[in-house]
């Protein structure tokens, strides 16, 4: 392979985990909950919630009886909580389903993407967590990835 075969398999590999990674999940106030695969699996208690940056404290607010419920965002915190501004930082949290998500401004950035996604790797503790698992998806979409990339040069 020359320089520019792997410069263009990088680039792809890029393009197709970028989308893999961060299916927009768009949420009030300009947040998103965001489908980070190195969460996968991994768990929280259905209370936990970190800041990332001090200046994000107290966002995360009981959700009044007036507030439109947000499906999208409900996903990623405990029942019955809301977010009340653009968060400048990441915010990990766990749901009501028991696994840690992220959830920060909105974008389709994948370097501030996979940062978030990062971030709670690191709070929720996944890495020592991790099993079997927790990360089996990982290879399992390279492998498609490259499928693809084969299919596609032939
Ligand atoms: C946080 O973000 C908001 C909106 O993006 C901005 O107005 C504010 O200045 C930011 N605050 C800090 C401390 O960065
Ligand atoms: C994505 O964000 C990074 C870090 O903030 C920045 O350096 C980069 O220029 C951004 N890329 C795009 C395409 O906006």
Same mark, same amino acid.
């Given at each position: ?16 985990? $970028? ?23 991994? +768990?929280? @208690? +259905? ?11 107290? +966002?995360?607010?009981?959700?009044? @009886?007036?507030?439109?419920?947000? @499906? ?11 977010? +009340? $501004? ?36 690191? $709070? ?9 698992? $927790?990360?089996?998806?990982? @290879? ?15």
């Amino acid at each position: 392979m020359g320089v520019f075969r792997i410069g263009f398999f990088n680039i792809f590999i890029y393009l197709c985990c $970028a989308f893999l990674y961060s299916v927009p999940n768009v949420c009030g106030h300009n947040n998103m909950c965001f489908d980070c695969i190195d969460l996968e699996g991994c +768990k929280a @208690p +259905k209370h936990f919630l970190k800041y990332m940056s001090a200046v994000d404290r107290d +966002k995360v607010v009981l959700r009044l @009886p007036t507030d439109k419920p947000d @499906p999208m965002m409900d996903r990623c915190l405990n029942t019955g909580y809301t977010i +009340k $501004a653009t968060l400048n930082g990441t915010v990990c949290s766990g749901s009501s389903d028991g696994l840690c998500h992220a959830i920060g401004e909105a974008t389709t950035n994948f370097t501030i993407t996979y940062s978030h996604c990062g971030d709670c790797y690191i $709070a929720c503790d996944c890495y020592s967590q991790e099993n079997g698992n $927790a990360r089996k998806e990982g @290879p399992i979409i390279l492998t498609m990835c490259l499928a693809a990339f084969y299919t596609l040069i032939q």
